[in-house]
């Protein structure tokens, strides 16, 4: 059980793409999913709070405009990377917390979107 | 701010041998805590998790992790390694409360053990 699914996996464009990455929780419910961005050798750094049915939450220095997210339901949260550029290239990688997220219960993981801007 | 320190980035042992990986972190509240594994691959996993109670806790495949409040730490430790622990291990903490909830991940630990 709790299985996140991302998709795509792995994805190559031009500069000045817009790129779309989706998280779905196969199994359960999530009022909130996690994005997260990891650069070669360093940690995961959460980029923002998806929330179901409201406007996500950023982290300080992550571009809202840049990086879109929507939750537009309780199974499905989208990030989209607009007018991509070389310096976005990286790894995308979402989470999903079950129906009334709290401490007591984890996050469950996607394997992750590879972005490579050309 | 918070942070998660693990203090090693690479980390080789023989089968059989015994591993401890470092964690720290910095804040002062209360926080869950957690360890992540990555097998190569394939997506990042839960191992074990901590909230309250007995600061010994065991996870999956012969991991257990202690919390030290004192020193702010959450080593995770297995007595004997196997070939199949080969991966990337990442620690997490998760300052209680707050607006978000989220979780700080440490940098990770890339585990190799050779046969």
């Known amino acids: 059980g709790a299985v996140v699914s991302q998709h795509p996996s792995w994805v190559i464009c031009k500069s000045g793409t817009s790129v779309k990455i989706e998280c779905r929780s196969l199994?359960?419910?999530?009022?909130?999913m996690f994005w997260y961005r990891q650069f070669p050798k360093q940690s995961l750094m959460l980029m923002a709070t998806?929330?179901?049915?409201?406007?996500?939450?950023?982290e300080q220095g992550v571009e809202k405009d840049k990086f879109l997210i929507n939750h537009a339901s309780l199974t499905l949260s989208t990030l989209t990377v607009t007018s991509a550029h070389p310096e976005d290239s990286s790894f995308y990688i979402c989470?999903?917390?079950?129906?009334?997220?709290?401490?007591?219960?984890?996050?469950?993981f996607g394997d992750g979107t590879r972005l490579s801007i050309l | 701010a918070q942070s998660v320190s693990q203090h090693n980035h690479h980390v080789i042992l023989s089968e059989a041998a015994s591993l401890e990986l470092g964690c720290n972190y910095s804040?002062?509240?209360?926080?869950?805590l957690f360890w992540y594994v990555q097998y190569p691959g394939q997506h990042l996993q839960l191992l074990l998790k901590?909230?309250?109670?007995?600061?010994l806790v065991k996870g999956i495949k012969g991991f257990e992790a202690e919390f030290i409040k004192s020193k702010f730490s959450f080593n995770l430790r297995k007595p004997s390694v196997q070939w199949s622990d080969t991966a990337e291990y990442f620690c997490?903490?998760?300052?209680?409360?707050?607006?978000?909830?989220?979780?700080?991940f440490g940098t990770g630990t890339l585990l190799a053990v050779q046969p």
């Open positions: 901590y909230f309250s109670g007995d600061p």
């Open positions: 989470s999903a917390a079950p129906l009334s997220f709290n401490s007591n219960q984890p996050q469950h």
């Open positions: 804040y002062g509240g209360t926080v869950n």
């Open positions: 997490a903490v998760k300052p209680y409360g707050g607006a978000t909830n989220k979780l700080i």
């Open positions: 998806s929330n179901e049915g409201s406007k996500a939450t950023y």
């Open positions: 199994d359960f419910q999530a009022t909130t």
